[in-house]
């Protein structure tokens, strides 16, 4: 069957960039089913997006693909009269599916007996199913918020302001929420924003470099990393990572034109997660660095196309920051008139949540939390007093008139404004870093105290909400609840702080709270299921589950994670597999109540002298597991020959009994660092 090129392009008013790549994905996998849901074949799609259009093309059949299927008419003893011949019914069916009465089969459904044919379904060419796979695909759209526009009812992410459809260069005639189909498009709104006729697919690929669009999100990625590193050369500079800034700055224009800017250096004196963050967040610009990592006084901007006098752009951008560092160094002289302790005193004034009280209960309740801790943690007095100290500041940065400006530098302004106050080294270093991590790409705090604070603020929260019955659904976490847990999962199993449990941090944040237990294991599953997730691709989630049901101190487990990835490497590995589930089917979960009845016969003893060995070569330190392992062996091979040997359901009830209890004894030596069934 013949193929036919098609290429769909939607115009709308700008998009969100948060937004951009979710959608344009959706609606990509979305047209692949309606496609393959009309019999169209098609071959592999490509386009790309931009603030203004999103643009699907790729190749389909000229028509349906054939295909037959069964179609029910009147029942069997209402479709022929008793002489044999079809009824009115019948006969009435047959004509409005176009099938002679020889075609008819007798089928039973429902318990009924039904007269059912077969037939051809109809073939339409691809120029009358393209556009309703295509409205089926934008209809199925789900859009994380919508808007209406015009005196219509229609709603999409933004307004739609073209559409353009055609097909091996013909326009094909279909409205999109009211907007037809039309061979036109527009550029980027700074060079091109008036429309542009479209002559044909491949003038539309063509055209798009003339009138300024730069279709692929990678190529303006690319683009805006390329020129900013050379215009940060310029002035012996660098531009530093940040990937969220790139992607966000490359779905807000469509032709990307970085520029050089710069302010006064005088704005160096301000602390430099002031400056980087108001350039960042305020503007999107990327702050410019020195090789060694210092701030230097110029940043990189990205204009949209390429428009007139971009030394006026410069000015323009400049003056904007100017300002906004103004009123950031203005914020950040004001913040310095009053220490972190003073400010520490109005956090009654400010909510943490309706129903668990203020900041100032929050921060009574970290210290609670840290008195009980701080020894089974492993702090000596010295950082347990500065623990408490850090618990008493890390909220008071919250009443700082930086970080109500930019709340993503809370912590952070802590402990710069503790460091100015004189506050210990320590106590700084913990209360600037008692947020980390805040994403999977972040380190965690590098000092116990500050892993403990976190790990304590992090308790508190979750079982906090979980305890108030407040969840993540789906997905929304308006509260962080998955970030918390995954958190207390990384500091607990990479930080400093080996001794302290899982069960043991959060049941401590429960007596605290005075919420019920249930909060405790709401709290406990979302923990290890985050962290299962974390390191999904390095091991399985069984894995990490089977280990943490022994063990929830996780400073050792990824020890284990280790060795049991080492372990499923040797040949040993299957036959302990089997081995204990043979004595798992056994004993079908029958556990033993009394001490070990003493083993008769020769199977018995060596079972029972195998398994001792192994269980006296355990001990459930990481490091004691090649020792376990190395003393397996014999007991695999007494478990076979007990089972050959004897027979474990004997009828006698008191023989029974032993050799189960025996076969427990064993399966205990089997699992002893985890339970084998989990795996």
Do not use: C
């Amino acid at each position: 069957m013949s193929r036919q090129r098609f290429l769909w392009e939607l115009g709308v008013e700008e998009i969100p960039s948060r937004y951009l790549d979710e959608i344009h994905q959706a609606l990509w996998a979305l047209v692949e089913e309606a496609l393959k849901r009309h019999r169209l074949d098609a071959g592999p799609l490509q386009g790309g997006a931009t603030p203004r259009r999103l643009v699907l093309a790729g190749e389909v059949a000229s028509r349906q693909r054939p295909e037959r299927q069964r179609v029910r008419g009147p029942q069997w003893k209402a479709a022929f009269t008793p002489d044999g011949e079809p009824t009115p019914a019948l006969r009435g069916f047959l004509g409005r599916v176009g099938v002679a009465v020889e075609a008819v089969e007798r089928e039973e459904q429902g318990g009924r007996e039904y007269a059912v044919v077969e037939v051809a379904r109809p073939e339409e060419p691809a120029a009358a199913v393209l556009p309703q796979a295509l409205a089926e695909a934008y209809a199925a759209l789900s859009l994380p918020r919508s808007m209406r526009w015009g005196a219509g009812n229609e709603r999409f992410i933004r307004p739609i302001r073209w559409n353009l459809l055609l097909l091996d260069d013909a326009l094909i005639p279909w409205t999109v929420a009211g907007v037809e189909s039309r061979a036109m498009t527009y550029g980027n709104r700074t060079d091109h924003p008036e429309p542009v006729a479209v002559e044909s697919i491949d003038h539309y690929w063509r055209l798009l470099p003339q009138i300024r669009v730069m279709l692929s999100g990678e190529e303006r990625r690319r683009t805006i990393q390329r020129e900013a590193t050379r215009l940060a050369g310029e002035v012996g500079g660098v531009v530093g990572e940040h990937p969220a800034l790139l992607d966000e700055v490359a779905n807000l224009v469509e032709w990307p034109t970085p520029f050089l800017g710069a302010f006064d250096p005088a704005f160096l004196e301000v602390p430099e997660p002031v400056l980087i963050t108001s350039m960042r967040v305020h503007q999107r610009y990327f702050p410019v660095l020195r090789p060694d990592g210092a701030l230097l006084p110029y940043f990189i901007g990205v204009r949209n196309g390429i428009g007139e006098s971009l030394d006026a752009v410069r000015h323009g951008n400049e003056k904007v920051l100017r300002a906004r560092l103004n009123d950031a160094s203005y914020f950040y002289r004001e913040d310095l008139k009053h220490s972190l302790a003073e400010r520490a005193q109005g956090l009654d004034r400010v909510l943490f949540w309706e129903g668990l009280g203020s900041y100032r209960d929050k921060v009574e309740r970290l210290k609670r939390l840290g008195r009980r801790l701080a020894e089974p943690a492993g702090l000596d007095a010295a950082e347990a007093q500065a623990l408490e100290r850090a618990i008493e500041l890390a909220k008071a940065d919250l009443l700082t008139h930086v970080v109500q400006e930019f709340p993503e530098l809370e912590g952070t302004m802590g402990g710069i404004y503790a460091q100015h106050n004189g506050e210990a080294p320590v106590v700084s270093q913990a209360i600037a870093q008692h947020y980390l991590p805040r994403g999977q790409g972040d380190p965690i705090p590098e000092h116990r105290v500050g892993q403990l604070l976190a790990l304590l603020d992090r308790a508190d929260t979750l079982v906090a909400f979980l305890g108030h019955e407040i969840r993540p659904t789906g997905s929304e976490d308006p509260y962080g609840l998955r970030r918390a847990g995954l958190g207390i999962a990384r500091i607990l199993s990479e930080g400093d702080l080996p001794a302290l449990g899982v069960r043991q941090v959060l049941e401590a944040a429960r007596d605290a709270l005075g919420v019920s237990e249930t909060a405790v294991a709401e709290a406990w599953e979302l923990v290890i299921g985050r962290l299962a997730g974390y390191w999904a691709e390095r091991w399985p989630e069984a894995w990490v589950r089977a280990l943490t049901a022994r063990s929830d101190r996780l400073g050792t487990l990824r020890a284990r994670l280790e060795q049991l990835s080492a372990l499923a490497q040797d040949p040993q590995w299957e036959e302990w597999l089997t081995a204990y589930k043979r004595v798992a089917r056994v004993l079908a979960g029958w556990r033993r109540s009394g001490p070990l009845p003493p083993p008769q016969g020769e199977a018995e003893v060596q079972l029972y002298a195998a398994a001792s060995q192994v269980l006296a070569s355990f001990a459930p330190e990481a490091e004691a597991w090649p020792r376990w392992w190395a003393s397996l062996p014999e007991l695999l091979a007494a478990v076979r020959q007990f089972f050959d040997a004897v027979l474990v359901l004997d009828p006698d009830p008191a023989v029974r009994e032993r050799r189960m209890a025996l076969a427990d004894f064993a399966r205990e030596a089997l699992s002893a660092p985890l339970e084998p069934e989990s795996l």
